[in-house]
């Protein structure tokens, strides 16, 4: 319990030092400004080069988040209703190039990543972090401002990259520099057990 | 009140709420679970309760609505599914719901979740004095783990009897791992073709989580699957721990004898079901004496 108590408050942007201070296993808040990005900006992003394109924030030091939110338009601009994260796997092809091009310093989504991702994680500084799947609202709320967005139109809402100012926006660290992956461990641990339940089927029917 | 109404508030019941049995499962999560998988679970509760205060969806995937409609013979199939379309694009904008429907070619959202075969609405004929009409929301996270599989497998050493099938869903959870969204609510068809033993599973993700099998049989494995999954360790979000699912329920159908399908739906903890139930005043079957939407 201690752990989780003490939460690690994380200031974006980040440099290669923070990310070499984050450990899997730790929670931690995040403060800043992120970027949401899913199946079609990583698409994109991948196919493109550096200068084809013109982003409308620099990613260096950011966290890409995983994420098709439910905005809404009013007379005083965006606001976000609805913000829970898509599973990450999807961007599996794409992910450990934008890492090395733009030097983001923090996938965030659910679920996990596989290795071509990690090594990409480990070679240039950057962590995975787990958000709480299906806490939509609670994670809206963590949205200070929408303070732009990119390829609204020609994407739509869910696929558009949202630049977000969040606060206190809770996350858990499950893959980090060092190697260590969070999901890895408990897929082996449950590999072992599925081989032992599959040994003694037959007992119990 | 007119139909289309009652179908639009069922949406709102169903997108801003989960039931009652599965918060009761995540607060018993709760107090079984340690460090980062309890301090997860706490965010959801705090979610659904967020989400409920405030109206607004529980999980931006506002998913793919599933309409199970019973209704009476008397009562026009297309006159519902009209209301059901209508309320979907009203609702889509009033609650609001996430925009879901894809064209396959343009690649475009219809943006109002309507589109071919969406929503997805099955019919069926009742005697019952009642128009009844489930909803489910079903979220692509979870979607996207569930697994179709056709007996004898052998690579899982599975052969066409209930330790094959027991197989079969012991897979489909491991090779789900955390990625839709566990603890999940796991549902089963079993039957002769593709096509029906996937709706035979949607059906069983309509039963609440106490619900027991009337064949004494099933129960019994519908039971032991679910303790062994729950040894998986898989936990919470995947995060680890002792809850990755809080219930398996089987449906059984006839099958070929050269045939033996296993579907297997995993829905995630933000299992989004409800229900309208509504009788009419007269004979035309327009006017609404009485109603009631429950999840």
């Not at chain 1, 980040?14 to 990005?37: A, M, P, Q, R, Y």
């Not at chain 1, 994260?85 to 092809?93: G, V």
């Not at chain 1, 963590?142 to 696929?159: A, S």
């Amino acid at each position: 319990m201690s752990k989780i108590e003490k939460a690690k408050i994380i200031n974006l942007p980040l440099s290669k030092e923070d990310v070499l201070n984050l450990h899997t296993g730790d929670f931690v808040l995040i403060n800043g400004v992120i970027v949401t990005g899913r199946d079609k900006i990583h698409e994109y992003l991948f196919k493109k080069t550096k200068e084809e394109i013109k982003l409308k924030y620099d990613l260096k030091g950011s966290i890409i988040y995983h994420c098709g939110p439910i905005v809404k338009k009013s007379k005083e601009g965006y606001s976000v209703i609805s913000a829970g994260p898509t599973t990450s796997m999807r961007m599996e092809m794409y992910e450990h190039a934008l890492i090395s091009r733009y030097g983001i310093r923090g996938i965030m989504g659910k679920g996990g990543m596989g290795e071509k991702t990690h090594k990409s994680m480990i070679e240039y500084g950057c962590v995975y972090l787990n958000t709480i799947g299906g806490a939509a609202t609670y994670l809206a709320e963590r949205v200070d401002k929408v303070l732009d967005v990119w390829m609204l139109e020609e994407f739509g809402m869910v696929e558009a990259m949202w630049i977000l100012k969040v606060k206190d926006f809770p996350s858990i660290v499950t893959m980090d520099t060092y190697g260590n992956n969070l999901h890895k461990k408990i897929k082996n641990t449950s590999s072992k057990t599925l081989k032992r339940l599959f040994k003694h089927i037959h007992q119990n029917i | 009140m007119r139909l289309r109404e009652l179908i639009i508030n069922l949406y709102r019941k169903s997108a801003t709420s989960i039931p009652s049995d599965i918060e009761d499962a995540l607060s018993t999560a709760f107090n079984k679970e340690k460090g980062i998988s309890k301090k997860a679970i706490k965010i959801i509760l705090e979610n659904i309760n967020s989400s409920r205060v405030k109206q607004k969806p529980i999980c931006q995937d506002t998913g793919v609505p599933i309409f199970f409609v019973k209704n009476q013979h008397c009562l026009s199939q297309a006159y519902i599914e009209k209301e059901i379309i209508s309320a979907t694009k009203i609702a889509t904008k009033a609650i609001p719901l996430r925009p879901n429907a894809v064209d396959i070619i343009s690649g475009i959202n219809s943006g109002d979740n309507t589109g071919n075969g969406f929503p997805i609405i099955y019919f069926e004929e009742t005697k019952s004095k009642e128009l009844i009409i489930d909803l489910i929301l079903k979220g692509a996270g979870s979607e996207n783990v569930s697994q179709l599989y056709k007996l004898p497998d052998e690579k899982l050493n599975a052969e066409r009897n209930f330790e094959g099938v027991e197989r079969c869903i012991l897979d489909s959870i491991f090779k789900a791992q955390g990625k839709g969204c566990p603890p999940y609510i796991i549902a089963v068809g079993i039957g002769a073709t593709k096509d029906q033993v996937t709706k035979l599973s949607k059906e069983q993700l309509k039963r609440r989580l106490d619900d027991t099998n009337k064949d004494p049989l099933l129960n019994n494995m519908e039971n032991r699957i679910l303790e062994k999954i729950n040894t998986l360790g898989i936990g919470p979000l995947g995060l680890g721990g002792k809850t990755t699912a809080f219930s398996v329920k089987i449906g059984l159908n006839h099958r070929h004898p050269a045939s033996y399908f296993v579907d297997v739906s995993i829905a995630c903890w933000a299992h989004r079901r409800a229900s309208l139930i509504c009788r009419f005043k007269d004979e035309e079957k327009v006017e609404i004496s009485s109603f009631k939407i429950i999840n």
